[in-house]
């Protein structure tokens, strides 16, 4: 999971060893428990950041599919494949957890002619 926290409208405040990178925090048995098939990971909020500041988690890293059989090895000579998703991310309120609102005004939906 990448962590990181909000200076204005922008994710710079991230607590890696460079700045404005978002810190990794690795998923564990001491901060990951599974309940009736439904894993939920509490990862604690930097010391250092007051109650109220948007903060963002996403999910790091992508998933990888076999690469079908009798695909070329002239065009791909790798057994996996990456899939373009979507990375997954929450953006909270420090101190509640309740979903941050907005960073920017989102632009208008074009109307159809």
Request: aromatic content about 6%; some cysteine.
């Amino acid at each position: 999971m990448l962590r990181s926290y909000a200076q204005g409208d922008d994710y710079v405040l991230g607590q890696a060893n460079a700045p404005g990178q978002a810190a990794a925090v690795n998923l564990s048995t001491t901060n990951t428990v599974c309940a009736a098939n439904v894993a939920t990971t509490t990862i604690p909020v930097d010391a250092a950041i007051p109650a109220g500041t948007r903060a963002i988690v996403a999910l790091q890293g992508k998933p990888q599919l076999p690469v079908p059989a009798g695909m070329s090895t002239k065009h791909w000579a790798e057994p996996l494949m990456f899939v373009r998703v979507p990375t997954p991310t929450y953006e909270f309120v420090v101190g509640t957890g309740a979903e941050a609102t907005d960073r920017r005004l989102k632009s208008p939906t074009p109307s159809s002619a």
